[in-house]
């Protein structure tokens, strides 16, 4: 189960939809206790992808993506000045489902959220969550609650 | 010299939930090596079978990716960190991995793979896109065809009909050989007799405000193709709700409209009609008739819009109404453009979830009360009257003089339903009356207004001239 709140869920899908054609992504730091995750803050970061050799070929950012390791560093020094974590990373799909594609898989982690967020033309739709299996596998969906204000 | 190693939350379970883990260490592969011997199973989370640092794993010291330093040899200072950082990446498979071509697709969709818009790549997302189709009807029929045979990986079809003859003047997925099956059925063999290397998903049941979300949530784009408002609103919420595409199409008579909806800054069908009409003002194709034509324009249009979505190809019909006249034979193109008010995709919007469509669209079956109540005749009592002779009481057909011609019950009298509120005299001289339609829909509504306006021996005759052709009469035809 990961737990965002309203105004954080609403921050990182403007991120993406801005991101659009392209992929989009960012991280979120928070509290995690066991399966248990609060999102405290979405924190966007540009994407990083670049093309490489053995990867580069008919790809680009509209359909791949990739955080800085930089800036998963300086997230983390910044999380752990408040007492938080690292507890997960989400990225857009441009034109396509929530779902984790082979490529997700292959370099994503366990324990963390991975949380996609489909941009139809531009138009964030609803977000889904997954987490990947220790064996690396494959991902299982987890509940993601986004948590209304209150008045 | 003592060393910090920061642990990125992954890998944490691997070494009994810490943050950091102290080690002596004088480089970095002397800090790993005491890291695994304190942590065995984190080993494999870091290094490849061949022994090498794996490529997804990067090594900080300070600000300092160890890799343009010196590796594995980079010496630590002490009371230095050493920050674990996982490489995090990502992408869609749209095209080399997992989505690949035999050569009997490659002949199948060479005129597309030589299109400059399209081409390979194009084909491929085509092949890996999940379009739904709300209704298997008019619209769906040759919306479905098309999108088979342009390599639509997977058609999702969505309805709870069976195919009637009446259906075959234009639903043309259907055919005389499927009569009597499954809509979902009799499209789905259609649709792999076109193209054997698609997927068809069938759900036999209507739409409704409980299963649309998960349903609608496992496609990339929706087809209304739909009959009626209720179903209509549903499908644009949810997708709106979703971010999905809605391409929609609908037709009446001779004309025919399209668009697409649910694109960021577009409109949505709400802010092109916040509400629905009065129920009854607007027939169905069943009530208005359609020409058998006009839905393979419509549905033509609608798998355009998606082929064209999916591949990125061109203009989409976004924040344009597409209208079109069969009669004229125009195409007229009307500015849509968004309702910041939109109750659903506008600045604040009021629905926030599915809402029970029916009662939206004044369609709720109408409660039991006493003042709702519809007397009834069935046929047979009907024809017992009629054939020992109604006297004073007149059987009154409100259908239209179209449907008068095609088939009548003997005895009646011809009063379309607008025309009936010019004759209260007349009918209040009868001693009884006899209200009859086509299938007893229109006719019990009449009777409603009779009894509201002082009438009170009228009856609806129960299932109309069509119940009348099945158990009376089995000679006439029915439509």
Same mark, same amino acid.
């Given at each position: 189960?990961?737990?965002?709140?309203?105004?954080?869920?609403?921050?990182?899908?403007?991120? &993406?939809?801005?991101?659009?054609?392209?992929?989009?992504?960012?991280?979120?730091?928070?509290?995690?206790?066991?399966?248990?995750?609060?999102?405290?803050?979405?924190?966007?970061?540009?994407?990083?992808?670049?093309? &490489?050799?053995?990867?580069?070929?008919?790809?680009?950012?509209?359909?791949?993506?990739?955080?800085?390791?930089?800036?998963?560093?300086?997230?983390?020094?910044?999380?752990?000045?408040?007492? &938080?974590?690292?507890?997960?990373?989400?990225?857009?799909?441009?034109?396509?489902?929530?779902?984790?594609?082979?490529?997700?898989?292959?370099?994503?982690?366990?324990?963390?959220?991975?949380?996609?967020?489909?941009?139809?033309?531009?138009?964030?739709?609803?977000?889904?969550?997954?987490?990947?299996?220790?064996?690396?596998?494959?991902?299982?969906?987890?509940? &993601?609650?986004?948590?209304?204000?209150?008045? | 010299?003592?060393?910090?190693?920061?642990?990125?939350?992954?890998?944490?379970?691997?070494?009994?939930?810490?943050?950091?883990?102290?080690?002596? *260490?004088?480089?970095?592969?002397?800090?790993?090596?005491?890291?695994?011997?304190?942590?065995?199973?984190?080993?494999?989370?870091?290094?490849?079978?061949?022994?090498?640092?794996?490529?997804?794993?990067?090594?900080?010291?300070?600000?300092?990716?160890?890799?343009?330093?010196?590796?594995?040899?980079?010496?630590?200072?002490?009371?230095?960190?050493?920050?674990?950082?996982?490489?995090?990446?990502?992408?869609?498979?749209?095209?080399?991995?997992?989505?690949?071509?035999?050569?009997?697709?490659?002949?199948?969709?060479?005129?597309?793979?030589?299109?400059?818009?399209?081409?390979?790549?194009?084909?491929?997302?085509?092949?890996? *896109?999940?379009?739904?189709?709300?209704?298997?009807?008019?619209?769906?029929?040759?919306?479905?065809?098309?999108?088979?045979?342009?390599?639509?990986?997977?058609?999702?079809?969505?309805?709870?009909?069976?195919?009637?003859?009446?259906?075959?003047?234009?639903?043309?997925?259907?055919?005389?050989?499927?009569?009597?099956?499954?809509?979902?059925?009799?499209?789905?063999?259609?649709?792999?007799?076109?193209?054997?290397?698609?997927?068809?998903?069938?759900?036999?049941?209507?739409?409704?405000?409980?299963?649309?979300?998960?349903?609608?949530?496992?496609?990339?784009?929706?087809?209304?193709?739909?009959?009626?408002?209720?179903?209509?609103?549903?499908?644009?919420?949810?997708?709106?709700?979703?971010?999905?595409?809605?391409?929609?199409?609908?037709?009446?008579?001779?004309?025919?409209?399209?668009?697409?909806?649910?694109?960021?800054?577009?409109?949505?069908?709400?802010?092109?009609?916040?509400?629905?009409?009065?129920?009854?003002?607007?027939?169905?194709?069943?009530?208005?008739?359609?020409?058998?034509?006009?839905?393979?324009?419509?549905?033509?249009?609608?798998?355009?819009?998606?082929?064209?979505?999916?591949?990125?190809?061109?203009?989409?019909?976004?924040?344009?109404?597409?209208?079109?006249?069969?009669?004229?034979?125009?195409?007229?193109?009307?500015?849509?453009?968004?309702?910041?008010?939109?109750?659903?995709?506008?600045?604040?919007?009021?629905?926030?979830?599915?809402?029970?469509?029916?009662?939206?669209?004044?369609?709720?079956?109408?409660?039991?009360?006493?003042?709702?109540?519809?007397?009834?005749?069935?046929?047979?009592?009907?024809?017992?009257?009629?054939?020992?002779?109604?006297?004073?009481?007149?059987?009154?057909?409100?259908?239209?003089?179209?449907?008068?011609?095609?088939?009548?019950?003997?005895?009646?009298?011809?009063?379309?339903?607008?025309?009936?509120?010019?004759?209260?005299?007349?009918?209040?001289?009868?001693?009884?009356?006899?209200?009859?339609?086509?299938?007893?829909?229109?006719?019990?509504?009449?009777?409603?207004?009779?009894?509201?306006?002082?009438?009170?021996?009228?009856?609806?005759?129960?299932?109309?001239?069509?119940?009348?052709?099945?158990?009376?009469?089995?000679?006439?035809?029915?439509?």
């Amino acid at each position: 189960m990961i737990a965002i709140s309203q105004v954080e869920y609403d921050k990182l899908r403007a991120h &993406l939809e801005a991101g659009y054609p392209n992929e989009a992504c960012g991280l979120f730091i928070g509290e995690i206790d066991g399966a248990n995750k609060r999102v405290v803050e979405a924190v966007p970061v540009a994407n990083a992808w670049a093309p &490489l050799e053995g990867d580069g070929a008919g790809h680009d950012l509209r359909d791949r993506f990739s955080i800085d390791p930089r800036d998963i560093l300086k997230a983390d020094r910044d999380a752990s000045k408040r007492g &938080l974590d690292i507890i997960g990373f989400f990225h857009s799909h441009p034109d396509w489902p929530a779902t984790p594609s082979e490529t997700d898989r292959m370099w994503a982690w366990p324990v963390v959220s991975f949380m996609i967020v489909p941009v139809e033309q531009g138009r964030a739709g609803m977000a889904r969550s997954w987490v990947l299996r220790d064996g690396r596998d494959a991902f299982d969906e987890e509940t &993601l609650i986004v948590e209304q204000e209150e008045q | 010299m003592s060393v910090s190693i920061r642990i990125p939350t992954p890998l944490r379970p691997h070494v009994a939930g810490a943050r950091q883990v102290a080690v002596e *260490a004088v480089d970095v592969r002397a800090a790993l090596a005491a890291l695994t011997a304190q942590h065995a199973g984190i080993a494999p989370h870091l290094f490849a079978e061949n022994g090498e640092l794996r490529a997804f794993v990067n090594l900080y010291l300070g600000d300092d990716d160890v890799r343009y330093l010196k590796g594995l040899d980079t010496p630590l200072p002490n009371g230095a960190t050493l920050s674990i950082v996982p490489s995090v990446a990502g992408g869609l498979d749209l095209d080399t991995s997992h989505i690949k071509f035999t050569n009997e697709e490659m002949r199948r969709y060479s005129r597309h793979l030589i299109l400059p818009d399209i081409g390979v790549a194009g084909q491929k997302r085509l092949k890996a *896109a999940r379009v739904l189709l709300v209704g298997t009807g008019g619209l769906g029929s040759p919306a479905a065809l098309y999108l088979a045979a342009a390599g639509v990986g997977t058609i999702g079809l969505i309805d709870f009909d069976t195919v009637d003859e009446s259906n075959l003047q234009r639903q043309i997925i259907h055919g005389t050989s499927t009569l009597g099956q499954l809509k979902v059925d009799s499209a789905k063999a259609r649709i792999h007799d076109i193209n054997p290397f698609i997927d068809v998903e069938t759900y036999n049941e209507p739409l409704t405000s409980e299963k649309a979300l998960d349903l609608i949530r496992e496609y990339d784009i929706v087809i209304d193709g739909t009959d009626n408002f209720q179903t209509r609103y549903l499908v644009n919420d949810a997708c709106v709700l979703l971010g999905k595409i809605n391409v929609y199409g609908s037709i009446y008579r001779f004309d025919g409209q399209a668009s697409v909806f649910g694109a960021k800054d577009g409109p949505c069908y709400r802010c092109l009609y916040s509400e629905p009409p009065p129920p009854g003002l607007v027939p169905s194709c069943a009530e208005g008739g359609v020409l058998g034509v006009l839905p393979g324009v419509i549905g033509v249009i609608q798998a355009t819009e998606a082929v064209k979505i999916i591949t990125g190809a061109g203009e989409p019909l976004i924040g344009r109404l597409l209208v079109y006249d069969a009669l004229e034979m125009s195409f007229r193109t009307l500015k849509l453009r968004k309702n910041p008010d939109c109750l659903i995709c506008g600045e604040h919007p009021k629905i926030t979830a599915l809402i029970d469509y029916d009662e939206f669209c004044g369609v709720k079956p109408v409660a039991d009360t006493p003042a709702n109540v519809v007397p009834e005749i069935t046929v047979t009592e009907l024809a017992a009257r009629l054939k020992a002779g109604l006297g004073g009481a007149r059987l009154i057909d409100v259908r239209e003089p179209n449907e008068w011609d095609i088939v009548r019950i003997p005895g009646a009298t011809l009063m379309p339903r607008a025309t009936v509120p010019d004759h209260l005299d007349e009918l209040a001289q009868a001693s009884e009356l006899f209200i009859q339609c086509r299938s007893g829909v229109r006719s019990a509504d009449i009777v409603r207004f009779l009894r509201t306006v002082g009438f009170s021996n009228v009856k609806n005759v129960k299932g109309g001239v069509l119940a009348w052709a099945r158990e009376v009469d089995r000679s006439l035809p029915t439509y």
